[in-house]
């Protein structure tokens, strides 16, 4: 794992003293990109600087080995580890750091129920609930998570954080993460997603349907879905390789494929584009579809054609085509998947 320390050490020399940051002096030599305002936007809450210490924390726990519960413990590339996720996740940094392709978290939904994490592992758990007063000297629950309650949505801040600061140091560079949630924590996880990963990495929140709709519900609306929070490294590809396929001719001197020159608009949506393409070589016409334009205009069609980007039938003895197509060359797919899924990729 990296040190961050030794990093700005290497990267601003100056503001080392007898091994540690000065912080004033980085403040000056970082300059204009340093946020000196007393009011910025973020995400906050009680306990959050003690998450931050606790996600910089060494573990001195172990994973020990069980080969009787096992099977197949010398030849199989799979292992489950059984115990705290925290604990875990700390463990795995220590080898898997950037080496993770894919993390999926189903964390608690925090719904107002007893909501208990003790991340201070020197002491039982029964110790740490009567220490923090959520159990009498009997062991009788005293407190519980409530939606009123002023830690409601701190308590699971706080529980979050350190895993996923985690989680991103294993992600690696073409790794993506998902998280499972409800509605109660949706806002606040999205926040923290992007101050952990950076907005960057954040691709975006996706709905699924977890059970069919109820009609006995409050306010008549029934929540039949979930949600499902993406975050992504730079060089992540989503999906699966396509294998296209491409056609190679004498005359464009590179690899090409065919790929339909109609829109899904309608002759309303783009009258533009609805008119006869006429072959400059044949003269022979085709229609456009009024529920499926040309993706050009009379006016695009010059600039295209005379690019080689437009490929009429009979154009090639090999092709089987029945109208015109458009023609997309392989240096062209590669700089698409450069912009998409690259260190370019647009937010």
Not at 130 to 136: H, I, L, N
Not at 286 to 310: C, H, L, M, Q, V
Not at 334 to 345: F, M, P, Q, V
């Amino acid at each position: 794992m990296p040190d961050r320390v030794s990093e700005l050490a290497q990267l601003f020399p100056e503001a080392m003293t007898d091994g540690r940051i000065d912080v004033e002096k980085l403040r000056l030599l970082l300059g204009e990109q340093v946020e000196d305002s007393q009011e910025r936007y973020g995400l906050t809450w009680p306990g959050k600087r003690d998450a931050i210490r606790l996600a910089q924390k060494q573990s001195t726990a172990t994973l020990e080995p069980m080969p009787g519960e096992s099977v197949d413990w010398v030849t199989t590339k799979n292992v489950i580890i059984e115990g705290d996720n925290l604990e875990v996740l700390k463990l795995l940094q220590k080898s898997y750091y950037g080496k993770i392709k894919l993390i999926y978290i189903d964390p608690p939904y925090n719904t107002g129920n007893d909501f208990v994490y003790n991340d201070d592992f020197a002491e039982p758990t029964n110790a740490y609930l009567k220490r923090s007063g959520q159990t009498d000297n009997a062991g009788f629950r005293t407190s519980i998570n409530r939606e009123t309650s002023g830690r409601f949505h701190s308590d699971w801040l706080n529980m979050m954080y350190s895993r996923l600061t985690i989680a991103r140091n294993i992600l690696a560079e073409d790794g993506v993460l998902l998280m499972s949630l409800d509605d109660n924590e949706l806002s606040n996880a999205s926040l923290l997603l992007k101050e952990v990963f950076g907005e960057s990495d954040f691709v975006t929140v996706l709905p699924w349907k977890s059970r069919t709709a109820k009609s006995d519900v409050p306010f008549g609306i029934s929540v039949d879905h979930e949600w499902i929070l993406i975050c992504a490294k730079k060089k992540f590809m989503a999906g699966r390789p396509i294998g296209r396929r491409y056609y190679n001719s004498v005359d464009t001197g590179e690899l090409w494929r065919l790929q339909d020159l109609r829109s899904n608009k309608t002759r309303y949506e783009r009258p533009n584009s609805y008119f006869e393409l006429i072959d400059p070589k044949t003269g022979e016409s085709y229609a456009a579809n009024p529920n499926r334009t040309w993706s050009i205009t009379p006016e695009t069609f010059d600039g295209y054609y005379e690019r080689g980007k437009i490929v009429f039938p009979g154009d090639y003895e090999f092709l089987n085509i029945g109208a015109p197509m458009f023609r997309v060359f392989k240096s062209e797919d590669e700089i698409k998947s450069l912009k998409k899924y690259g260190t370019t990729r647009p937010m």
